[in-house]
Structures are given as C-alpha cells and as structure tokens.
C-alpha cells in the first residue's frame, strides 16, 4: 500500500512540476517580448528627447526675443503717453486762458453774450483747474 502512494504522490509532483515548467516557459517568452519592445521604445524615445530638447532651446530663444519686443512697445507706448499728455498740456492751458481773456475783454468793454458760451468757458476752465 505504501508503495502506492508514494507512486501516486511521486507522478503527482512530477505533473505539477510539468505544469510549473511550462508557466514558466510562457512567462519566459512574455518577458522576452516585453524587453524587445521596451528596447525598440528606448531606441525611439531617445532621439525624440533630444529633439524635443532642441525644440525647447529654440521656443526658449524666441521667447528672449518676443520680451525684447514687448519691452521696447512697453516703452514707446510710454513715451506716447507723456508726448500726450505734454501736448496736451502745452495746447489745453494757453487755450483756455486765451479764451478767458477773451470772455473778459467782452465783459470789460460791455458787450454781452448769449451766456452759453460763458458757462461753457467757465465750466472748461475749472475742469482744468
């Protein structure tokens, strides 16, 4: 009886160890097909890196010249500004006064105005003011 089981027992292992061999051939042949594309992978992925690398350099040196740009419009919108709001000055003040004088001078030698253009004077000139 006992040589039975020890038969039964040994051709039991020896299935199971058939079995296992064979798992483990397929898992061979799996991960030699996964190391196979991981290197065909690597050899793509690799130039593109360094073109990508080049790429960025290149967006990183226009971008240099695109704030070289911005800045110099930043300024002459800046001297734009400040010729405006020269001229402006330089135009609005002697106007203004110039057309006082003149509703004045109408005022002191005593002709009359319709008072529209008074107002609108005045009120231009305290705007200023």
């Given at each position: ?88 000055s330089l135009f609005s003040s002697p ?35």
């Amino acid at each position: 009886m006992g040589g039975t089981a020890a038969l039964i027992c040994a051709v039991s292992f020896g299935l199971f160890m058939l079995a296992a061999a064979l798992v483990t051939l397929k898992l061979a042949r799996t991960m030699s097909i996964t190391n196979r594309m991981l290197d065909d992978i690597r050899r793509q992925v690799i130039p593109l890196m360094g073109k990508l690398q080049t790429t960025m350099d290149h967006v990183n040196t226009e971008m240099g010249y695109v704030d070289g740009v911005l800045a110099a419009v930043e300024k002459l919108a800046e001297r734009a500004d400040s010729m405006t709001k020269a001229a402006q000055s330089l135009f609005s003040s002697p106007l203004v006064k110039v057309l006082t004088l003149g509703v004045g001078a109408r005022k002191a030698f005593g002709k009359p105005g319709n008072g529209k253009g008074e107002k609108a004077m005045r009120a231009h000139a305290e705007g200023d003011a």
